[in-house]
């Protein structure tokens, strides 16, 4: 039996002076509804980070004495459905992972794919809504095995496992691989392909695919460049499209699930419509290997582009041995012997490694390009003259985010650093959909992640109502072109010199905008519409913004 609330048996370790709540608050609390309460709590955390911990080690608390004395039924036997006790497990296991237990997801998803094991598997995909759990629990192992690489890290790299932690790992190996055996023998597709090869890296193991063809799938030459049939850019040695595919979406099941079939079936569509280069992380759950195992398995793979980042949030002791396995590992996922362009990411400004460290990875002979990610003026421009060249820095930019200009747009025209500009649709805010709407509440069911932050980042622009009329204004113009608003806001985006490329979220298998996305490419703005755009955002408070949130990236750190 579960225990529903925080023990009181046991001494708190909390300090007496936060034992206390005021009756007044006590009365909120008690009375707003569970998704506000929630929009409130994202705000106090977002306004103070420093809580950030303090509120992580209370859930865990929470979580430790709730943990259940035995697991639930949570599929039905009869007609292959999944029970509501599935949901509330896969709520405890997602809590577990942003509370850095890593290992503890893994235990309980073991668990669940152990009674999916055992379920018959004969009729498996007549019953769609166990199709889509499996897919959901599917990208639950991807993110799961993220959280447990965050708790390896120690700053001279990951740690080694324990004994015990070993075990889990193979416990959860075993259970996958009975599923794969079980659906070999009743022909059906194997609902966990993703997961089974995220948790082998835990052990150092290479990927089936890559088992299977890893030496005719290499790349010694890289990136062929071609000047493709969209827009393009020059970017370090390569022609490109002005639109990247960004794979942030694979971080978390939030934005949805699909099998690794699907995923690919949409990759080789964006491919032929020449989408052909994608952007994605060491952090993107498996946005790495599913990419990279898509484009060694294509025969014009030599003309898919990879862009990567390689983030240090953590504190970090920089050696080049711990370079170059960072780099190695971004080989190994992505299936390749050079990375056309590896980002960096360094969180901590106050540590000067960030310098070295940029020299050390732009002389790597496996690196082709070297980028930045979230860094601002001052830091980009420091990198750059102490002689690393540096081919592009990938930020946020959009019409309610126009820190780039403030600064970075000349720095970038005078050394040369083109941008690759995220958020630029403000997580999809930027569309005919929400045109006349009301605010949303942060966490409505539509609500995704990327909506959270952008209503956030809308808030401080100017608020919804400002949002209204440029949404109106963007759909006037669309209509004098025949496009949509998200079109008028990507085009915006481009006109700017300074920009190489936008990076449009890809929910691969899921959902595609391959059309609309070619359609930016089929117009440009003119000074009566840039003259529209304009008159709105005079209204807003761009310089607020700039003066509260500082120069590009500085909402990272703060």
């Not at 529903?4 to 002076?17: Q, V, Y």
């Not at 827009?231 to 099998?259: D, H, I, K, V, Y």
């Amino acid at each position: 039996m579960a225990v529903n609330s925080i023990d009181t048996s046991e001494p708190s370790k909390i300090p007496a002076k936060a034992a206390h709540t005021n009756m007044m608050t006590d009365c909120i609390m008690a009375n707003l509804p569970p998704e506000v309460l929630r929009s409130v709590m994202r705000g106090t955390l977002g306004g103070n980070p420093n809580i950030t911990a303090h509120f992580q080690s209370l859930v865990s608390t929470y979580l430790t004495n709730s943990k259940p004395s035995s697991f639930p039924e949570l599929f039905t036997s009869s007609d292959l459905k999944p029970l509501p006790a599935l949901y509330d497990l896969q709520s405890r296991y997602r809590c577990l992972m942003g509370c850095g237990r890593g290992f503890e997801s893994l235990e309980t998803l073991s668990e669940v794919v152990r009674q999916v094991r055992n379920l018959s598997w004969k009729n498996l995909d007549d019953s769609e809504d166990l199709v889509q759990s499996l897919a959901t629990i599917d990208g639950d192992l991807v993110q799961a095995v993220t959280a447990v690489q965050k708790q390896l890290h120690t700053t001279t790299g990951a740690r080694l496992l324990t004994d015990q932690e070993v075990n889990v790992i193979h416990e959860l190996e075993n259970v996958l691989d009975d599923c794969e055996d079980q659906a070999k023998v009743e022909l059906v597709e194997f609902p966990f392909e993703r997961g089974k090869d995220s948790v082998a890296t835990l052990l150092g193991r290479p990927k089936r695919e890559e088992l299977q063809s890893q030496v005719a799938t290499k790349m010694p030459n890289g990136f062929i460049s071609s000047r493709v049939q969209l827009e393009s850019m020059t970017l370090g040695n390569a022609e490109l499209p002005r639109m990247l595919m960004g794979l942030w979406q694979f971080s978390s099941p939030a934005w949805g699930t699909a099998s690794r079939a699907k995923i690919n079936l949409h990759f080789r569509k964006h491919v032929d419509a020449g989408f052909i280069a994608y952007d994605m992380a060491d952090h993107y759950g498996d946005a790495e290997v599913t990419f990279g195992q898509f484009r060694s398995n294509q025969a014009d793979c030599h003309k898919i582009y990879c862009a990567t980042k390689w983030c240090v949030f953590e504190p970090t002791k920089v050696s080049k041995d711990l370079v170059d396995t960072k780099i190695n590992e971004r080989l190994t996922a992505i299936n390749t012997s050079e990375v056309d362009l590896l980002q960096f990411h360094w969180q901590d400004y106050d540590d000067h490694q960030y310098v070295e460290v940029a020299r050390m990875i732009h002389e790597s002979p496996h690196v082709r390009n070297f980028g930045l990610c979230n860094f601002d003026t001052q830091r980009m421009n420091e990198i750059v003259d102490s002689g690393v060249n540096v081919v592009s820095n990938q930020v946020q930019f959009s019409l309610v985010d126009l820190r780039p200009t403030f600064r970075m747009a000349e720095s970038c025209r005078k050394r040369q650093v083109k941008l690759l500009t995220y958020g630029s649709l403000c997580g999809g805010f930027l569309a005919e959909k929400w045109l006349g709407k009301i605010t949303p509440n942060l966490f409505d069911q539509q609500m995704t992640p990327s909506h959270r932050k952008y209503l956030e980042m809308i808030t401080v622009w100017g608020g919804w109502p400002l949002f209204q009329q440029l949404l109106q204004v963007l759909f006037i113009v669309g209509q004098k072109y025949r496009v949509s608003v998200s079109s008028v806001a990507l085009r915006w985006v481009l006109d700017h010199d300074y920009v190489g490329a936008v990076i449009i979220g890809a929910r691969m298998g899921i959902s595609e905008h391959v059309e609309e996305n070619l359609k930016v490419f089929a117009f440009r703005l003119d000074d009566e519409d840039k003259c529209l755009i304009r008159e709105v955002l005079e209204r807003s408070k761009v310089n607020d913004v700039f003066e509260a949130m500082g120069d590009c990236g500085a909402e990272y750190r703060q």
